[in-house]
């Protein structure tokens, strides 16, 4: 079951933790940056909403470092691939954080953003993470 209440994501231990508690904590904070993104939406604050839109792709950046080492040391052979996934994603929310501090309609673009991020994030940690999970698993088994 997905956990979306109210366009909010809701942390949910069983379905979203990969079994690493480093990474979930991290995981975690990208859900609150997701949400407090989200909870803003409408907020004609642009500075602050421009402050956690560049706070949430730098977390992402050192999210991605610590994972892909993580990764790296357990041997999982997706790690390529993995990283792929992570250098689109950057590469995408640096694009909504460029759009959204110029002028514009900054309210689509959060808009746009928002969507984006729900969506990638739960199938990324529910497909792609998980999937290291899996072999670190069946590696200690
Ligand atoms: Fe947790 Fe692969 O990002």
């Known amino acids: ?7 909010r994501i809701e942390w949910d231990h069983s379905l979203f933790s990969v079994g690493i508690e480093k990474i979930d904590d991290q995981h ?5 940056l997701i949400n407090s993104i989200q909870l803003k939406k409408n907020s004609k604050d642009k500075d602050f909403i421009e402050k956690i839109v560049n706070t949430l792709v730098v977390y992402v950046e050192k999210h991605f470092h610590d994972e892909e080492q993580i990764m790296q040391n357990m041997g999982f052979p997706g790690l390529g691939k993995h990283k792929e996934k992570h250098g689109k994603f950057d590469q995408i929310a640096r ?7 110029q002028p514009g309609d900054q309210a689509v673009v959060l808009e746009q953003l928002v969507a984006y991020l729900k969506k990638w994030l739960i199938s990324h940690i529910l497909v792609e ?9 069946r590696k200690l088994d």
Do not use: G
């Not at 993470?129 to 698993?137: I, P, T």
């Open 1 to 7: 079951m997905i956990t979306i209440i109210k366009d």
């Open 129 to 137: 993470d998980k999937a290291y999970k899996d072999y670190l698993f």
């Open 28 to 32: 975690k904070v990208l859900v609150q």
């Open 95 to 101: 694009e909504f954080a460029q759009k959204f501090s």
